[in-house]
């Protein structure tokens, strides 16, 4: 089963962040076989750090759950809250295999936080900037809450024009690297 795991920064919640760094890195390097995608999102400055993106494979929701909630920048206090949904991984692929790679261009996380009937739940074509795509499901995998995206895209606008924008209470757009060790 696939999840999505979005851990948004509490405001000023950085110096705890770079001192728990590398207790971070070690609890994923743990995941590393089970990781689709992952890394830091920013504010529109591109410098401040506001959450951190892991889409995961894990047996079941309680292994989700344990993942999101014992990671150490969670346990001591730096993030504000959890998004933890289930994910269908409509490419079929990692991040590491994105055609286009690891540099260059724009990268963004797009949420579309759903409301009512289910809406892009196929790929979308002519998109060759997606990284990652795939809808939002509660935990027993049957109802669709929105979908979450990573593509690479010139700017925020043509970011979120990937979702049907009349389909979602919210969409948000976050600027996105990628993460992991290099």
Do not use: K
Not at 60 to 70: E, I, L, S, V, Y
Not at 97 to 125: C, H, I, K
């Amino acid at each position: 089963m696939e999840f999505l795991c979005y851990h948004r920064d509490r405001p000023g919640s950085l110096p705890l962040r770079e001192e728990l760094g590398e207790a971070h890195w070690s609890y994923m390097d743990q995941y590393a076989e089970q990781l689709i995608a992952r890394g830091p999102t920013f504010a529109e400055d591109g410098e401040t750090l506001t959450g951190s993106v892991h889409i995961v494979d894990l047996p079941d929701p309680a292994a989700a759950r344990a993942f999101a909630f014992d990671e150490p920048n969670y346990q001591a206090g730096a993030y504000r809250d959890v998004l933890l949904r289930r994910w269908r991984n409509l490419l079929g692929r990692t991040m590491w295999e994105f055609p286009g790679g690891r540099t260059g261009g724009n990268r963004y996380l797009v949420l579309g936080l759903g409301s009512g009937a289910p809406a892009d739940l196929t790929v979308p074509p002519g998109h060759d900037g997606l990284i990652a795509y795939g809808p939002l499901l509660s935990d027993d995998g049957e109802t669709w809450l929105g979908t979450a995206v990573l593509v690479r895209a010139a700017d925020p606008g043509a970011a979120r024009a990937v979702l049907t924008e009349d389909r979602y209470a919210d969409i948000e757009v976050h600027d996105w690297e990628f993460g992991g060790r290099r």
